[in-house]
T-cell receptor
Framework: GAVVSQHPSRVICKSGTSVKIECRSL??????MFWYRQFPKKSLMLMAT?????????EQGVEKDKFLINHASLTLSTLTVTSAHPEDSSFYIC???????????FGPGTRLTVL | DQQVKQNSPSLSVQEGRISILNCDYT??????FLWYKKYPAEGPTFLIS?????DKNEDGRFTVFLNKSAKHLSLHIVPSQPGDSAVYFC??????????FGKGTKLSVIP
């Protein structure tokens, strides 16, 4: 089956620093990747939709300058949280849409803690 | 090792009948569970959740049942409508963060 990986799985950083999270589709090409944020015990919030080779589409209320998304290849999308603050602490999940399987596969998530 | 399993990749149901989607889990540390619905080429949307201290949660046509002893939960949709046709993901969480998703069940509601 299709596998999506995320790296790192867990990161702790100081306030003001930037953190990059990678999302990779390991055995399929993903033309579209989604980035989600999960708040404690709450549902996922879609942050942005990332299409390979083009700019990401951000959901309302998500700061594009703060959450930089790059989808440079068919197997890799990155989310960079710039100038992180404690309120950015959350669980970030990516998913990748496989054209071959015509379905979406979730990554395992990245837990970000900003001190 | 898959901690959240949705053993039926697909399900077909007649319009007006009940749809029952099943999910099994292995990690006894999970303390809350969620169901998501996903249409093709869109991200999943939250549907309903249940805490491990409950055995049932109802929201309109959607009811989630949790059987902790069997480590099993199910989503009931009554009555099923053609617009319910989508892929349904079961997810489980432990503590405040980190969801583990099942692989999804594709529901087709036949008019």
């Amino acid at each position: 089956g299709a596998v999506v990986s995320q790296h790192p799985s867990r990161v702790i950083c100081k306030s003001g620093t930037s953190v990059k999270i990678e999302c990779r589709s390991l055995d399929f090409q993903a033309t579209t990747m989604f980035w989600y944020r999960q708040f404690p015990k709450k549902s996922l919030m879609l942050m942005a939709t990332s299409n390979e080779g083009s700019k990401a589409t951000y959901e309302q209320g998500v700061e594009k300058d703060k959450f930089l998304i790059n989808h440079a290849s068919l197997t890799l999308s990155t989310l960079t949280v710039t100038s992180a603050h404690p309120e950015d602490s959350s669980f970030y999940i990516c998913s990748a849409h496989s054209r071959d399987f015509n379905e979406q596969f979730f990554g395992p998530g990245t837990r970000l803690t900003v001190l | 090792d898959q901690q959240v399993k949705q053993n039926s990749p697909s399900l077909s149901v007649q319009e007006g009948r009940i749809s029952i989607l099943n999910c099994d889990y292995t990690n006894s540390m999970f303390d809350y569970f969620l169901w998501y619905k996903k249409y093709p080429a869109e991200g999943p949307t939250f549907l309903i959740s249940i805490s491990s201290i409950k055995d049932k949660n109802e929201d309109g046509r959607f009811t989630v049942f949790l059987n902790k002893s069997a480590k099993h939960l199910s989503l009931h949709i009554v009555p099923s409508q053609p617009g319910d046709s989508a892929v349904y993901f079961c997810a489980a969480g432990a503590g405040s963060y980190q969801l583990t998703f099942g692989k999804g069940t594709k529901l087709s509601v036949i008019p």
